[in-house]
């Protein structure tokens, strides 16, 4: 998940020293899209891509 800082996650998570917090993820329900405002519909609906770099390690499982 982009923007997962540690060093952040530690206060509010209490994950003590001895604990090296390495990933996050996101945990909810999907809303309904019509409540976005506009410019957070237009990000949504807009397509995703990978970069070449990325999608390269996972040529190495096909």
Known sequence: ???F????????????????????????DLGNFQTLPEKLQQQEST?????ENWLSCWRVYE
């Open 1 to 3: 998940m982009a923007g």
């Open 5 to 28: 800082d540690a060093d952040k996650a530690r206060p509010p998570f209490q994950i003590p020293p001895d604990y090296e917090p390495v990933a996050t993820i996101a945990i909810g």
């Open 47 to 51: 397509p995703r891509t990978c970069k």
